[in-house]
């Protein structure tokens, strides 16, 4: 596999096998302890996967940078890993929002569905990312009473995008928990929405837009053209 396949955000698993010899390599488990560390050298052997990021000037180009946080109560880390592509075994598929709704806890449970109906209302397929995605995967707690609700919303058109942005600034304001996240492009490029509506709400305004190379900040009327 090629590392250029992916963007940020997709979720891979990594072969069992190669894992901890990765781990110690990088020195990842040096800064870990106790049932951190075991958490972290059974991860890929559970079959949890890894989420791929943006890398810095200077990383290798030959690996794929992904991420993977522990939760709060085992310090809330979050490690940067690489991988070779070739220990990449599958690509997970991203969780729905609708799916999500299911296992939230109760106090979040009506707003991701609210949020799953914006969804079906514009005929989009948002996932999720960020505390509630890792609860899901791996059972473990990661969600706070103030956790945000993380979302990836691909819009790959201008058409009704405004309204979108009011939809989520509604949700978001009715609470109870903050809802982030991003509005992702058709070139898989991504702009946090909140940021994104304030720049369109303004003529010649700029919002920083996020790839798999870096983020600049890019003429928010512009996205679409």
Known sequence: MSNHIYRRHDLLRVEPEAWREMLLATGSLDRLGGEAQRLVEGWAERGLPVIVRRGAAGDDDSAIAVGLPLPPRLGKLRLGLFIPPAHVTARVAALSVAEAARSAPAHLRPQVEAAA??????????????????????????????????????????????????????????????????????????ANWRELRGALACPSSTVLVKSMHGAELRCARHLFT
């Open 117 to 190: 109906g914006i969804g079906r209302r514009f005929g989009l397929q948002p996932a999720v990312f960020g505390a509630l995605l890792w609860q899901h995967l791996t059972g473990l707690v990661y969600l706070q009473p103030d956790s945000d609700i993380d979302l990836i919303w691909p819009v790959p058109r201008r058409e009704s995008l405004d309204e979108l942005l009011d939809d989520l600034a509604e949700l978001d304001e009715a609470g109870p928990n903050r809802l982030d996240g991003e509005i992702i492009l058709s070139t898989g490029e991504g």
